[in-house]
């Protein structure tokens, strides 16, 4: 178990002793998948542009070429990724009734496609793509298909106007629904478990607040700094695949 061992443990007592838990996940938990960061700097096909200007709404209905012929790329990046042990960890710990739910910032899929039943995506997801014009909604793989098909590689809608995927871009307003279901699994937790996260980007770094004023506990599995790391009942900073593999295990020998 190497150097998980001890922290683990005590993350799995924790675990043990102050249910609901509720994991807040970020990109830490998919860059084991080999999904970057795009957040942080000089990372593959992110180091040389401004996600800010390229992966805006405003960009979208400019110029939605252009935003595509960035935006297909991260869809190209995200092809045929496998969700990891990190992943995987959290839906046993779900299958087992030790975990109430995982709100994700990432937009990956990866949660869905290891298995979690009970997923908040508070930025949207690449799963579908939808029109701004009439509203239809459209699957990953069709999205995909139009994606290469166009000759200006623009995904359209049946209709003709360019499709969008439903993640949150820049400059969008975040999904309120998804929002308050997060807010509430906060405020509900025993212990908020924070994955890969910096905790830094709203909404989600308002999140560990919420769970602490309404007396729950903040654990942290992340190698960055975070704004909660003084107010956290325990810091992980090891492997996250690691990490939660070992709070799995310890969790099985305590029955
Ligand atoms: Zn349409």
Redesign the pocket.
């Known amino acids: 178990m190497s150097r998980a061992g001890a922290g683990a443990l005590r993350l799995a007592e924790l675990i043990r002793a102050e249910q609901p838990v509720v994991a807040l996940t970020g990109a830490g938990i998919s860059v084991p998948s080999g999904i970057p960061d795009f957040r942080s700097p000089q990372t593959g096909l992110w180091a040389n542009v401004d996600p800010m200007a390229v992966a805006h709404i405003d960009a979208f209905r400019r110029d939605p070429a252009r935003f595509w012929s960035f935006y297909g790329q991260r869809f190209a990046s995200l092809r045929g990724k496998r969700p990891n042990g990190a992943h995987h960890a959290l839906v046993e710990l779900e299958r087992r009734g030790l975990l109430a739910g995982v709100v994700t910032q990432n937009i990956d899929g990866l949660h869905t496609a290891a298995g979690t039943r009970d997923l908040v995506e508070v930025h949207g997801s690449i799963a579908t793509s939808s029109?701004l014009?009439?509203g239809?909604r459209y699957e990953l793989e069709i999205v995909r298909g139009r994606l290469d098909a166009e000759p200006d590689g623009v995904p359209r809608?049946?209709?003709g106007?360019a499709l969008k995927p439903d993640v949150v871009l820049f400059g969008e307003l975040l999904p309120e629904r998804a929002l308050m279901r997060a807010q509430a699994m906060a405020a509900a937790a025993g212990v908020l478990l924070c994955v890969g996260s910096s905790l830094e980007v709203y909404p989600v770094a308002e999140l560990p607040e919420i769970t602490l004023r309404a007396g729950g506990r903040v654990a942290i599995v992340t190698r960055s700094a975070t704004p909660y790391d003084a107010d956290a009942e325990l810091k992980l900073t090891g492997d996250v695949e690691e990490e939660l593999e070992a709070v799995v295990a310890a969790l099985q020998v305590g029955g």
């Open positions: 029109c014009s009439c239809s809608c049946d209709c106007d």
